[in-house]
């Protein structure tokens, strides 16, 4: 099995600031294409994931952006709390409370339980129980 190919970092930063000057420039389309590419290139780069969900909210299309972030995060498990978080985010702007509730969780457990990140996410959680 050939292993995935993955971008320097410093391929990835220069990815990540020339979409931010699309984005910034108005061209939501180019920054879109780009980070296609750069995560079709680099499916674990979850900079490079994030990013392209958000330009992809920007451009309305959140059910994809919702759908490109479960895509990576059953391919990459190993994620952590960051992308699930953003998808329990993305879960509740669409009202999917149950969902956004689970993911949170999800987040929640794969984090440090002593980090001030994990109490911010349980108590988002709680938030949404009525809690």
Same mark, same amino acid.
């Given at each position: 099995m050939t292993? @995935?190919?993955?971008?320097?970092? /410093?391929a990835s930063f220069i990815v990540r600031q020339t979409a931010w000057a699309h984005e910034r420039c108005g061209d939501l389309e180019a920054a879109e294409r780009l980070l296609r590419s750069a995560v079709e290139a680099d499916p674990s780069g979850l900079d490079l994931i994030l990013d392209l969900a958000r330009v992809l909210v920007q451009r309305g299309h959140r059910r994809e952006a919702l759908s490109v972030l &479960? *895509? /990576?995060? /059953?391919? $990459?498990? %190993? $994620? *952590?709390?960051?992308?699930?978080? =953003?998808?329990? @985010?993305?879960?509740? @702007?669409? *009202?999917?409370? @149950? %969902? $956004?509730?689970?993911?949170?969780?999800? $987040? &929640?457990? =794969? /984090?440090d339980p002593t980090n001030q990140a994990c109490l911010a996410l349980r108590i988002r959680e709680l938030e949404l129980l009525g809690r």
């Open positions: 292993p @995935e190919p993955v971008l320097s970092p /410093s &479960r *895509g /990576s995060y /059953s391919r $990459a498990p %190993g $994620a *952590g709390p960051r992308l699930a978080s =953003r998808i329990a @985010e993305l879960c509740h @702007e669409q *009202g999917d409370v @149950e %969902g $956004a509730i689970r993911w949170y969780e999800e $987040a &929640r457990q =794969r /984090s």
